[in-house]
């Protein structure tokens, strides 16, 4: 009887150990996770540095508005066209933009589904052009809400994964 109770002490243990184990991980934090996350913001800004035709760093203001707007938004399955973007306020004249990037064959021009990828499935990170185009288009407007003369002086990308999915918001500071 002694033994059996021994031997039933060590199953239970071994199982919570186990147990223990299997929770961890998945939460988008460990190392390779954050590799994808520096991959696919550097893809991004290459991308948006050949359209601005400029060699900006990644600016890590602009990087940490892009994070949080996405994880303000990472619950919703699709966003309007007011929740796709962020705005920081720095002063009158200078101000931070960013936009969550979207899957433009899902989406109709009310409602946006966020785009993203998946570390183990995705072979290549590619930005798509419609929306590199729609951003650029937008972010001239908001320079033109600036000022006749206000100039963009920086661009962030950053990349967040959630539940396994890793969304990317790109952005940009505009002075007049």
């Known amino acids: 009887m002694k033994k059996l109770t021994k031997l039933t002490s060590l199953l239970l243990a071994g199982i919570m150990a186990l147990a223990m184990l299997t929770a961890c991980g998945g939460t988008g934090n460990d190392a390779a996770t954050a590799k994808f996350e ?20 990644n600016d890590d203001a602009i990087k940490n508005l892009a994070v ?9 399955e699709t966003l309007s066209m007011d929740e796709l973007w962020a705005e920081e306020k720095l002063t009158e004249k200078t ?4 936009m969550i990037c979207y899957d433009v064959s899902q989406s109709n021009g009310k409602a ?7 570390a183990g ?10 929306t590199i185009k729609a951003f650029l288009n937008l972010a001239q407007m908001k320079r033109g809400q ?10 962030g ?3 967040k994964t959630i539940n396994g999915k890793t969304y990317v ?5 505009v002075e007049g």
Not at 95 to 98: G, L
Not at 169 to 173: D, E, K, L, M, S
């Open 38 to 57: 520096a991959k696919a913001e550097q893809v991004y800004m290459a991308k948006l540095n050949d359209a601005f035709g400029k060699e900006f760093k």
């Open 68 to 76: 949080k707007h996405i994880e303000a938004m990472a619950s919703k």
């Open 95 to 98: 101000q931070n933009w960013v």
């Open 112 to 118: 946006y589904v966020k785009s993203s990828y998946e």
């Open 121 to 130: 499935k995705a072979e290549t990170i590619t930005p798509d052009e419609t």
């Open 146 to 155: 600036v000022g006749n003369t206000a100039k963009f002086t920086a661009l």
């Open 157 to 159: 990308v950053g990349a």
């Open 169 to 173: 918001a790109i952005g940009f500071r």
